[in-house]
T-cell receptor, first 117, second 115 residues
Framework: AQTVTQSQPEMSVQEAETVTLSCTYDTSENNYYLFWYKQPPSRQMILVIRQEAYKQQNATENRFSVNFQKAAKSFSLKISDSQLGDTAMYFCAFMIISNFGNEKLTFGTGTRLTIIP | DTAVSQTPKYLVTQMGNDKSIKCEQNLGHDTMYWYKQDSKKFLKIMFSYNNKELIINETVPNRFSPKSPDKAHLNLHINSLELGDSAVYFC??????????????FGPGTRLTVT
């Protein structure tokens, strides 16, 4: 079974600082995608960034970047120049790509991030 | 112009009742999903449909029955509601998988409270 572990239940950081959220996963598959989703207090699930396992280059989206270490099965999210609007739950998620069309997201337990003014 | 919409956003009902949650997406996606988020914020897949065909049924009690009248809609009907069904239910959709896009786009969620 595939598992996703987020070892930091809560984190806080001062506005404008950089913060890194950790995520590890366990799988024997080779073809998979990794995602970070953000859930602010509004409850909406928002896709932050995705990484294809076959790509060695780390994904980047503006202030958000990942450090993907495939051998270590690690997928951390770095938020640079953090802003008050980054306050949210962050979920790491994993998806195995199959030939049967039964892809699904397996989520970690989340990290509650608070940006302090 | 909401991409994935759910109705209602809040649902309070008593044990034993039957209720439905509706989901619609206007993104032209082929695959739709239901996820459940429990009180500890843990998210878990329940069902997925591709072009009205059930693909994933993740050991969900028979009291939960998804229905997809067309590929833009995926509804969730729950019979004989129990206290443990209280949760936030999210609908999501994703583009046709062979296009190489696997992102899932979520609706705003429906908070179900069973009393």
């Amino acid at each position: 079974a595939q598992t996703v572990t987020q070892s930091q239940p809560e984190m806080s950081v001062q506005e404008a600082e950089t913060v890194t959220l950790s995520c590890t996963y366990d799988t024997s598959e080779n073809n998979y995608y990794l995602f970070w989703y953000k859930q602010p207090p509004s409850r909406q699930m928002i896709l932050v960034i995705r990484q294809e396992a076959y790509k060695q280059q780390n994904a980047t989206e503006n202030r958000f970047s990942v450090n993907f270490q495939k051998a270590a099965k690690s997928f951390s999210l770095k938020i640079s120049d953090s802003q008050l609007g980054d306050t949210a739950m962050y979920f790491c998620a994993f998806m195995i790509i199959s030939n049967f069309g039964n892809e699904k997201l397996t989520f970690g337990t989340g990290t509650r991030l608070t940006i302090i003014p | 112009d909401t991409a994935v919409s759910q109705t209602p956003k809040y649902l309070v009902t008593q044990m034993g009742n039957d209720k439905s949650i509706k989901c619609e997406q206007n993104l032209g996606h082929d695959t739709m999903y239901w996820y459940k988020q429990d009180s500890k914020k843990f998210l878990k897949i329940m069902f997925s449909y591709n072009n009205k065909e059930l693909i994933i049924n993740e050991t969900v009690p028979n009291r939960f029955s998804p229905k997809s009248p067309d590929k833009a809609h995926l509804n969730l009907h729950i019979n004989s509601l129990e206290l443990g069904d209280s949760a936030v239910y999210f609908c999501a959709s994703s583009p046709y998988r062979l296009a190489g896009f696997y992102e899932q786009y979520f609706g705003p969620g429906t908070r179900l409270t069973v009393t």
